[in-house]
């Protein structure tokens, strides 16, 4: 890869995406090759916000390398609790390892850590901002089921403050992608993104319903629509009804539609969904772990 | 100076600068990019919608004792893109020059974004870069485009 810190999609070429995923490929076709290959490395794993799969799929893919974790557990129980600046959290931090893995609320927080220390450190997650290491294992299992060039992506849900998409969005700039993005008006892709994939060349491609465009998808990746971006519960429950995807909403998708979501889901995945071939979205969250592997191992 | 009606309207200075053909109504940003609000003791001078033959109607800001940095230039033209500054010595021109566009601005402007980092009491600048229209925050990379001027820092 060109550069030293995975802060954003922006400016990830297709070269470095497709060396990511070839070594992931390599890590997955034979994980036990990789044991050894940076023992005695140690990785800090810096969250700030509640995690489960990057955390965990972070600290097995240091581990399965042969290297360690180093965690600084949660913030109610750190020094940011005396109201320690994250400008100086990451600098103690990075004494202590070979590399950051940092979540933080506020957006900017991972371009403006990496500032401040000289191992690299990987943005998995800053705000409403962008999650680019999801980016890379969702386009390692998009490449598996379809292929990235000459496909059609539909991406549904909450496009506003959704940071997987916008990774995903500015990411999928790189390649033969036509994207659809499926929201309800006040949830649209922020003009940030729309910037980025306007000026790489793509369009956005903008509806309020999944309907129209459902039948030309050859992947549909679904994301959470939120409670508490609604003023109220009625209005949340509506949207949430009309976004939810279950076997009637797919009679009407091709039989080769993948269907992808960052995970954690609460219902706008029907459960019979998990048992079709649409069904991909537990594949994507273990392939967390090969892609982070790769995305370590080109760091370190 | 040119001589010509507008500038009869504001009296001329000794040594300052003056900016001149600044788009109308944008006087007061003018002011508070320089962080003027008269708690200084600056003598300033100030001409709003005077007309103007280049830009039809322009305002000009005539600062007494003052020449302005490189930072307060490139604050000055994301609102006031055609601006000219003269810089002043014993009422005479002795420099004058177009603003030209940076390519970011530092500190400058404070990001709308209440999200992002450089909102967040952490030690840092904000930087946006600037845009063909508009200007971008390299951190949580929001766009501003119209309401630039709301978000010049005092």
Known sequence: ?300 | MTGDEPQLRVSKIRSGTVIDHVAAGQALNVLAILGIDGSGGESVSVGMNVPSGRIDRKDVVKVEGRELSPAEVDALSLIAPEATINIIRDYEVVHKTRVQRPTAVTGVLECPNHSCITNAGEPVDSEFDVLEEGVRCRYCETILREEIAAQIGT
């Open chain 1, 1 to 300: 890869m060109r550069q030293d810190d995975l802060v954003s999609a922006t400016g990830l070429a297709r070269a470095d995406v497709e060396t990511v995923l070839d070594r992931a490929a390599e890590i997955a076709a034979d994980p036990g090759s990789w044991r050894e290959r940076h023992a005695g490395a140690l990785l800090a794993l810096c969250f700030f916000e509640p995690s489960t799969r990057t955390r965990m799929s972070f600290d097995a893919a240091m581990k399965r390398l042969g290297g360690d974790t180093v965690d600084m557990g949660p913030v109610e129980s750190s020094s940011v609790k005396k109201g320690e600046s994250l400008a100086d959290t990451v600098q103690v931090i990075e004494g202590y390892a070979d590399a950051l893995v940092l979540r933080h609320p506020k957006e900017g927080a991972a371009r403006m850590a990496a500032g401040y220390v000289d191992v690299p450190l990987i943005n998995a997650g800053d705000g409403a901002g962008q999650h680019p290491s999801q980016t890379l294992l969702d386009l390692y299992t998009m490449r598996e089921a379809t292929g990235l060039d000459g496909v059609t992506v539909g991406m549904l849900g909450d496009l506003k403050y959704g940071r997987t998409v916008h990774s995903l969005a500015e990411a999928l700039t790189e390649f033969d992608a036509e994207m659809h993005f499926v929201s309800p008006e006040s949830l649209r892709l922020p003009e940030s993104v729309r910037y980025d994939v306007e000026s790489a060349g793509g369009a956005v491609r903008e509806h309020e319903s999944l309907g129209a465009v459902l039948p030309d998808l050859d992947v549909l990746y679904v994301t959470r629509i939120q409670r508490e971006r609604f003023p109220d519960e009625s209005e949340y429950r509506a949207v949430a009804g009309e976004f939810r995807i279950d076997e009637a909403t797919l009679a009407d998708a091709r039989d080769d539609l993948t269907v992808m979501h960052p995970l954690p889901r609460v219902d706008e995945i029907d459960a019979a969904v998990d048992d079709t071939d649409h069904a991909r979205y537990f594949r994507q969250a273990h392939n967390g772990v090969p892609v982070r592997m790769a995305l370590l191992d080109l760091l370190l």
